[in-house]
């Protein structure tokens, strides 16, 4: 089992940054990959980026690459997401979520990942 709590949502002007928290528990948290995904209304669950248990590997959508960076700090149990120049098009429910097996490599579809946090609200005003 791993609970998964995201923070850092928010309101932002188009350009700005914002920096994304998943505190996750229950489960050795060096020990499996992680990604975040997001959803605007209407719109189906998109992958934005993963990263190995190791934080050595990373992934990133193309919609996102080079303007968000995904990390995390295995000591505190905390992955984060870096978001960079937001474009009103990033707004949407953020989303961080956990594998069920351990010591995967980099997991890109939803489909492949087992728990979930609740979601933070990003808007981007432009």
């Known amino acids: 089992q791993v609970q998964l709590v995201e923070s850092g949502g928010g309101l932002v002007q188009a350009g700005g940054s914002l920096r994304l928290s998943c505190a996750a528990s229950g489960r050795t948290f060096s020990s499996y990959a992680m990604a975040w995904f997001r959803q605007a209304p209407g719109k189906e669950r998109e992958f934005v980026a993963a990263i190995d248990w190791s934080g050595r590997s990373n992934y990133y959508g193309d919609s996102v690459k080079g303007r968000f960076t995904i990390s995390r700090d295995n000591a505190k149990s905390t992955m984060y997401l870096q978001m960079n120049s937001l474009k009103a098009e990033d707004t949407a429910v953020y989303y961080c979520?956990?594998?069920?097996?351990?010591?995967?490599?980099?997991?890109?579809?939803?489909?492949?990942?087992?728990?979930w946090g609740q979601g933070t609200q990003v808007t981007v005003s432009s």
């Open positions: 979520a956990a594998p069920l097996d351990d010591f995967t490599t980099l997991l890109i579809q939803s489909e492949e990942y087992e728990y």
